[in-house]
C-alpha cells in the first residue's frame, strides 16, 4: 500500500471557484511531483518539488494553479479558478530522488 | 525528444497464458525505465525498474521486463497470467534532465479471462 498519503479522495467543484488539494510524502522523500492524469488516461506533468524548492513546473501552473510543499506541513495544490478541463485525476508522489516515483491514491477533481 | 510508445491499447487473454506488454522508448542518452500498474479506481503501483545491469528485471507480482537496446523496447512479461491481473498497465521514462520527471506511455488495458 501507499505510503503517499492525499486528501481528499474526491473534490467536487463549480466553475469559477477555489479547489485544493493536499499530499503527505512518504518519510524521509525530499522530492515530491504532481501530476494531472484526464478521462483519456493522459498524464500530464505539473510540478515538482526537491524540499521546499520547486524544480521544475509546466506554464500552465504559473497561472491558475498554484502549489507549494512547506516544511512540516503537508504539499498542496490550489487551482485559484477551476474550469471544467481541470476535472481529473491529480495525482501526488514522491521519490527519494533516485528515480523510483511512488504515487498515492489521488484526489479525483469534478468541476461542474 | 523523449517519449514513451505503448502500441496496444488493448490486450486480452486467458488465465494460465503468456502475457507480454510492449513498450518502445525514444531518448538519446541511457534510458531509466519503469512499469506502473493502475487497477480500476485506484493510484499507480510501481512493478519495476531498469537503470542498468542485467537486461531481464524482476518486479512485483511475479512480473519481468527485458530491456533491449537493440530494438528500444522494454517490454513487460508474465507466465502464467492470472484474472488478477487485469489493470492498466504504463510504461514510463524518466527525463534525467534536472526534475528527473516520468514520461509516460499512453497506457495498456489487459483483460485477463478466467
Known amino acids: 500500500n501507499s505510503k503517499v498519503i492525499q486528501t481528499p479522495r474526491y473534490l467536487v467543484k463549480g466553475q469559477g471557484q477555489k479547489a485544493k488539494m493536499r499530499c503527505i510524502p512518504e518519510?524521509?522523500?525530499?522530492?515530491v511531483f504532481w501530476y494531472q492524469q484526464n478521462k483519456n488516461n493522459e498524464f500530464k506533468f505539473l510540478i515538482n518539488?526537491?524540499?521546499?524548492?520547486?524544480?521544475?513546473q509546466i506554464d500552465m501552473t504559473e497561472k491558475r494553479f498554484s502549489a507549494e510543499c512547506p516544511s512540516n506541513s503537508p504539499c498542496s495544490l490550489e487551482i485559484q479558478s477551476s474550469e471544467a478541463g481541470d476535472s481529473a485525476l491529480y495525482l501526488c508522489?514522491?521519490?527519494?530522488?533516485?528515480?523510483?516515483?511512488?504515487f498515492g491514491a489521488g484526489t479525483r477533481l469534478s468541476v461542474l | 525528444a523523449q517519449s514513451v510508445d505503448q502500441p496496444d491499447a488493448h490486450v486480452t487473454l486467458y488465465e494460465g497464458a503468456s502475457l507480454e506488454l510492449r513498450c518502445s522508448y525514444s531518448?538519446?542518452?541511457?534510458?531509466?525505465l519503469f512499469w506502473y500498474v493502475q487497477y480500476p479506481g485506484q493510484s499507480l503501483q510501481f512493478l519495476l525498474k531498469?537503470?542498468?545491469?542485467?537486461?531481464v528485471v524482476k518486479g512485483t507480482k511475479g512480473f519481468e521486463a527485458e530491456f533491449r537496446k537493440s530494438n528500444s523496447s522494454f517490454n513487460l512479461k508474465k507466465s502464467p497470467a492470472h484474472w488478477s491481473d487485469s489493470a492498466k498497465y504504463f510504461c514510463?521514462?524518466?527525463?534525467?534532465?534536472?526534475?528527473?520527471?516520468?514520461?509516460f506511455g499512453e497506457g495498456t488495458k489487459l483483460t485477463v479471462s478466467s
Open positions: 531498469y537503470i542498468t545491469g542485467d537486461a
Open positions: 508522489a514522491s521519490s527519494r530522488g533516485q528515480n523510483t516515483l511512488y
Open positions: 514510463a521514462l524518466v527525463n534525467q534532465g534536472g526534475s528527473a520527471k516520468l514520461i
Open positions: 518519510k524521509g522523500h525530499p522530492v
Open positions: 531518448y538519446s542518452a541511457a534510458p531509466y
Open positions: 518539488f526537491q524540499n521546499q524548492e520547486v524544480l521544475q
